[in-house]
């Protein structure tokens, strides 16, 4: 595992690590139950059109046993799970895991495995999985290269990783845009909508303090992963990293 660093950032602010833990749990245990419209605030809607991408990029297929980790409401899972695969579902707060067992309850789908569990130190054994996919949680754990290393540990031979992340758009005027949009309008309208205009407002600012698409995509391979890829979507203002456990 790698040392854990003596602050870390929780938004625009550089906090102690277990304190950016705590104050993370807070924000997803207040949004959970809104979670699809954080997520179409964050995103304009266009989340769902991404996720789907995502599951065609990762390629799921029958009898695979696939992680979904930080993947508490399923919206991952469930694309995931239409494939034939055996899906496990994990995330660190339990609140986020009651709405996808309840999500899941009523799609009438019992084959998925729900788990409380920390991204940077799982409970699962050595190579267990045929993929990994984290979906808009990277940039919320603690210490994202444990977690990477962790994701590493439990992947099989030959298993992948997948994950699905905001990040910085090189569009010229697009991001000028988006930064207004972002961080002046969608804390706002999550007063307005969800009545939490601060648990949207550092959900925006992790997207800033998170690493550029070169920089993740470096820890990735510092992980142990190899034919590490990134495709950006909208110049980058989101992306999808990829990696090979060989």
Same mark, same amino acid.
């Given at each position: 595992?790698?040392?854990?660093?003596?602050?870390?950032s929780?938004?625009?602010?550089?906090?102690?690590?277990e304190?950016?833990?705590?104050?993370?749990?807070e924000?997803?245990?207040?949004?959970?139950?809104?979670y699809?419209?954080?997520?179409?605030?964050?995103?304009?809607?266009?989340h769902?059109v991404?996720?789907?991408?995502?599951?065609?990029?990762?390629?799921?297929?029958?009898?695979?046993?696939?992680?979904?980790?930080?993947?508490?409401?399923?919206d991952?899972?469930?694309r995931?799970?239409?494939s034939g695969?055996?899906?496990?579902?994990a995330?660190?707060?339990?609140?986020?895991?009651?709405?996808?067992?309840?999500?899941a309850?009523?799609?009438?789908?019992?084959?998925?495995v729900?788990?409380?569990?920390?991204?940077?130190?799982?409970?699962?054994p050595?190579?267990?999985?045929?993929?990994?996919?984290?979906?808009?949680?990277?940039?919320?754990?603690t210490?994202?290269?444990?977690a990477l290393?962790e994701?590493?540990r $439990?992947? +099989?031979? =030959?298993?992948r990783?997948?994950c #699905?992340?905001? %990040?910085?758009?090189?569009? !010229?005027?697009?991001?000028e845009?988006?930064d207004?949009?972002?961080e002046?309008?969608?804390?706002?309208?999550?007063?307005? $909508?969800? +009545?939490? =205009?601060d648990?949207?407002r550092? #959900?925006?600012? %992790?997207?800033?303090?998170? !690493?550029?698409?070169?920089?993740?995509?470096a820890?990735?391979?510092?992980?142990?992963f190899?034919?590490?890829?990134?495709?950006?979507?909208?110049? =980058?203002a989101?992306a999808?990293?990829?990696?090979?456990?060989?």
């Amino acid at each position: 595992m790698s040392d854990t660093p003596t602050t870390v950032s929780f938004g625009y602010e550089d906090v102690a690590p277990e304190e950016k833990t705590r104050r993370v749990g807070e924000v997803f245990a207040s949004v959970a139950k809104r979670y699809d419209i954080m997520n179409d605030l964050m995103s304009a809607g266009m989340h769902r059109v991404w996720k789907d991408d995502f599951v065609r990029a990762l390629r799921p297929r029958a009898g695979e046993h696939i992680l979904d980790m930080a993947g508490g409401t399923g919206d991952i899972a469930f694309r995931i799970e239409a494939s034939g695969a055996e899906v496990t579902v994990a995330d660190i707060n339990p609140n986020m895991l009651e709405v996808g067992i309840e999500r899941a309850a009523q799609k009438g789908i019992t084959s998925m495995v729900w788990r409380e569990e920390n991204a940077e130190k799982l409970s699962f054994p050595d190579r267990s999985f045929d993929g990994y996919t984290i979906a808009f949680g990277i940039r919320n754990v603690t210490d994202i290269p444990a977690a990477l290393k962790e994701a590493h540990r $439990v992947l +099989k031979f =030959g298993g992948r990783f997948f994950c #699905l992340e905001f %990040s910085t758009t090189e569009w !010229p005027g697009f991001g000028e845009i988006y930064d207004v949009y972002s961080e002046k309008l969608v804390p706002r309208i999550g007063e307005f $909508v969800a +009545k939490d =205009g601060d648990s949207y407002r550092y #959900l925006i600012e %992790s997207i800033r303090r998170f !690493p550029k698409m070169p920089e993740f995509a470096a820890m990735i391979e510092t992980a142990g992963f190899k034919n590490v890829k990134y495709r950006p979507i909208l110049g =980058g203002a989101v992306a999808i990293h990829s990696g090979w456990k060989i």
